[in-house]
């Protein structure tokens, strides 16, 4: 399974943008790389997923290296309620659908 | 979507009884999952449940400390047996769902004394 590398913690201010990155080195050819966020006391949610091409959905935008080595989350307009544990995880359509959790990256959002 | 009833939302256990946790999907799915997150920590996956075979574990999990069923496509049960305080963690039972998302339940907070 591939490893991935998220920074421990990051922190914005409200209505402005943030770029979370991940690095994925060892993602294999036909691994999506999902995005899922864990706000506090709650399960994880979905976020955003894709292959190779930048996807764009009501929640984030999710921009893919072209090496697929490495990706960011963007959320355009950070708001209180962003404030969460993000995890990348690469997901082998091989592998009967597991998802292993890395470590992710705490978001903290300032008013 | 999926929706994941989980219960209970949380327990407190004593010392070396056991725990069973119940986890019902309001639609038919091949595979569901277990999770484990440890206080602090990320979650770490325990098994994956399969209708009408044997669960499959994940290294350093084993069937006789988290025994699982799963009757049918809509229901599996993660037993958390002969507790010791180490076992205090949240337990999150999940599926794929449409367009491969995975869906969570909220979760069995447990607590062991």
Sequence with gaps: DAKTTQPNSMESNEEEPVHLPCNHSTISGTDYIHWYRQLPSQGPEYVIHGLTSNVNN?????????????????????????AAVYYCIPQSRYNFNKFYFGSGTKLNVKP | SAVISQKPSRDICQRGTSLTIQCQVDSQVTMMFWYRQQPGQSLTLIATANQGSEATYESGFVIDKFPISRPNLTFSTLTVSNMSPEDSSIYLCSVVGPNEKLFFGSGTQLSVL
């Excluded at chain 1, 893919?64 to 989350?73: G, P």
């Design chain 1, 58 to 82: 009501r929640m984030a935008s999710l921009a893919i290296a072209e090496d697929r080595k490495s990706s960011t989350l963007i959320l355009h307009r950070a708001t209180l309620r962003d």
